[in-house]
């Protein structure tokens, strides 16, 4: 049976490099984060991102992220593989817990969410997640 937490999360840090590649208006740069989670999701992160950005802003970004901490009391890590974009102006973000990744306590998970950007700035997630 699947389960949800929910949460919040700031960014601490935000290290982009020098695009990689800048052509007719696009570029696509590498980004290092660190996050702190809040909610259901108690701990901490770090990610590589690859982001695409256009004349009219972010575009769309993949990336790799290890969190460690606790997940609904249990202690242990694993990894999140992102993937977000936008549609007719409207931005998406998705990630998914990549499968044998879980340590400690989160071994085996596998699961699904998303993060939602405010309007403000903030940043708040959701995750449906199975434990074996």
């Given at each position: ?28 740069t ?17 990610a ?25 009391g249990?202690?242990?890590a694993?990894?999140l ?17 990549v ?9 085996g998970?596998?699961?699904?969410g998303?993060?939602?950007v ?15």
């Amino acid at each position: 049976m699947s389960k949800r937490v929910e949460g919040t999360f700031v960014l601490d840090v935000w290290d982009a490099e020098k695009p990689y590649d800048e052509r007719d208006g696009v570029t696509c740069t590498r980004v290092h984060v660190k996050k702190t989670f809040s909610g259901g999701l108690t701990g901490a992160s770090t990610a590589e991102l690859t982001t695409v950005g256009t004349g009219a802003g972010p575009a769309a970004y993949v990336g790799i992220e290890r969190f460690e901490g606790t997940l609904d009391g249990r202690t242990g890590a694993f990894l999140l593989q992102h993937s977000a974009g936008g549609e007719r102006g409207r931005p998406w973000l998705t990630w998914k817990i990549v499968e044998t990744s879980g340590t400690g306590d989160l071994r085996g998970i596998r699961g699904e969410g998303q993060i939602i950007v405010t309007e403000d700035g903030g940043h708040s997630y959701s995750l449906d997640y199975e434990l074996d």
